[in-house]
């Protein structure tokens, strides 16, 4: 059964950082991009960052214009991990944030961790 187990939310200050990690079962993890999106209250879904699979040669991340400079996401092929790294956080980065694993037509989603900024 695929799963993707997501952890590290929590309550931070504006300025403070998490890392965020989502580990996932059930599928082969290096043929799969990865990606962290994140939805607040009442507003849409969106894109936070994402990274190509590993079987990519021209392989590259992508971060959503509101967080370029801070977040950064990375995976681990050998934990089946991937991570996201939030620094410089605000409270507009306030939200539960989702780890998305993707292949072809199949796409996968974790549970969602809440993350909230707040002083």
């Known amino acids: 059964q695929v799963q993707l187990v997501e952890s590290g939310g929590n309550l931070v200050q504006p300025g403070g950082s998490l890392r965020l990690s989502c580990v996932a079962f059930?599928?082969?993890?290096?043929?799969?991009?990865m990606s962290w999106y994140r939805q607040a209250p009442g507003k849409e879904r969106e894109l936070v960052a994402g990274?190509?699979?590993?079987?990519?040669?021209?392989?590259?991340?992508n971060y959503a214009d509101s967080v370029k400079g801070r977040f950064t996401i990375s995976r681990d092929n050998a934990k089946n991990t991937v991570y996201l790294q939030m620094n410089s956080l605000k409270p507009a980065d306030t939200g539960v944030y989702y780890c998305?694993?993707?292949?072809?037509?199949?796409?996968?989603w974790g549970q969602g961790i809440q993350v909230t900024v707040s002083s």
């Open positions: 059930g599928f082969t993890f290096s043929d799969y991009a």
């Open positions: 998305q694993a993707s292949w072809w037509k199949f796409y996968y």
């Open positions: 990274i190509s699979s590993t079987v990519s040669t021209a392989g590259s991340t």
